[in-house]
């Protein structure tokens, strides 16, 4: 029957507080979660032109890198001319000395036969006659008259192939002149097409930097909004601890003045020495004595085993602390048994329980036992953790 009044004070008590605090805290907090909801498709948002952006920016650099091979292969493709080009002047040189030569030659020969001919002609024909007619016999005769004409027929043959091996020499400077000036286009066409392409690049990489401006911008939008999701996050589970341990703290004082905590217990937990928050959590614990121990267990009123007892009683009060027993024993700071307070974890061996004062705990005891307050020193005690200052 005790046990029953000590559950229903409990249950009166939550209510009332659910019913009149709640309500202004979950306004609170859901008035947070919408503005966190608008941000949060805010971000999503600007995650999404981010990654817009970088996909713009990098297929732009990628033009910009192809962009810059293409001049490359230009400027080896200039190089290449620019030395063809050189061979050809060399060639043409060459050429043109070879028919400075043979025009001076050609010269030479047309200036000789004119002089032979001039000659001839200054003679007259009485003297070619006498010549012919000096002749002792027909054989010296034709040996004349074959000699006359082989130095004519010479004298042309020379002019004829001196003018045809001039003739191939002007025709091949011409032809050499004429590639050099191919050359020449080729590479003022491939200059013009590289200037273009210089120009290209220069916009290409103004846009670059114009991309690289606005993905900055951009991660400085996301990133002022992921510090407001965060903060509000932060003011979230603020408030939510808050609350937990307003109705918590609440809920042990009405517990205790509606007789769930026994006077005594109550007492011993007053005049302790400690902080108010952990005196609120021993008298919250204290409120559960008769409950049932349950193995592996971390409901207060339907049952928990040692450490899910403290591991339940320290997570209402929005505290976080190990599920074993054995690491319990590592958990908050570690204190001297002597220096105690309410609301510390009392360590033994295979064993935690939550101290109340005066030496004593309340704790999952045993199966047969359930959740009771007992004294500290029915074990060892290995560790004091304190969890709240």
């Given amino acids: 029957m005790a046990r029953f009044r000590r559950l229903l004070g409990f249950v009166v008590g939550v209510s009332v507080l659910a019913g009149a605090v709640l309500p202004a805290s979950a306004s609170s907090i859901q008035e947070i979660q919408k503005g966190m909801t608008d941000k949060q498709n805010k971000l999503n948002a600007e995650n999404s032109n981010l990654s817009g952006l970088q996909s713009e920016a990098e297929a732009l650099e990628q033009e910009i890198a192809d962009l810059d091979s293409e001049i490359l292969n230009l400027m080896t493709d200039i190089a290449v001319l620019e030395d063809q080009i050189e061979v050809k002047i060399g060639e043409i040189a060459e050429a043109q000395a070879e028919y400075d030569e043979a025009k001076a030659t050609e010269i030479e020969q047309y200036e000789a036969m004119k002089v032979r001919i001039q000659y001839m002609y200054e003679m007259g024909d009485n003297n070619y006659l006498s010549l012919l007619i000096s002749a002792k016999s027909m054989s010296e005769l034709l040996n004349k008259a074959e000699y006359v004409e082989q130095i004519y027929e010479y004298d042309r043959k020379k002019l004829e192939e001196f003018q045809e091996i001039t003739k191939k020499v002007e025709e091949l400077k011409i032809a050499l002149e004429n590639e050099k000036a191919e ?30 401006a606005q993905i900055a911008e951009s991660r400085k939008r996301a990133q002022a909004l992921k510090d407001e999701i965060a903060a509000d996050q932060k003011k979230i589970a603020q408030l939510q601890e808050e609350e937990r341990k307003r109705l918590a703290a609440e809920a042990a004082k009405k517990a205790a003045a509606s007789g769930n905590v026994g006077q005594t217990t109550a007492t011993i937990i007053t005049n302790a020495t400690g902080s108010e928050l952990g005196k609120q959590i021993a008298t919250y614990a204290c409120q559960f004595v008769g409950n049932p121990y349950v193995h592996g ?21 929005g505290y976080s602390i190990p599920r074993s027993s054995s690491a319990q024993t590592t958990c908050g700071t570690g204190v001297d048994y002597a220096n105690a307070q309410p609301g510390d974890i009392i360590c033994m061996p295979g064993h935690v329980g939550i101290y109340i004062g005066n030496g004593q705990m309340v704790h999952a005891s045993t199966p047969s036992g359930g959740i009771k307050i007992g004294t500290c020193t029915f074990k060892p005690v290995i560790g004091v953790r304190r969890i709240v200052n």
């Fill in 297 to 317: 267990g971390t409901s207060l009123t339907q049952g928990a085993d040692c450490s899910g007892f403290t591991y339940r009683v320290y997570a209402d009060f």
């Fill in 183 to 212: 050359l020449e286009d080729q590479k003022a066409a491939l200059n013009d097409q590289k200037a273009m392409l210089d120009e290209l690049i220069e916009q290409k990489k103004a846009q670059a930097a114009d991309y690289a």
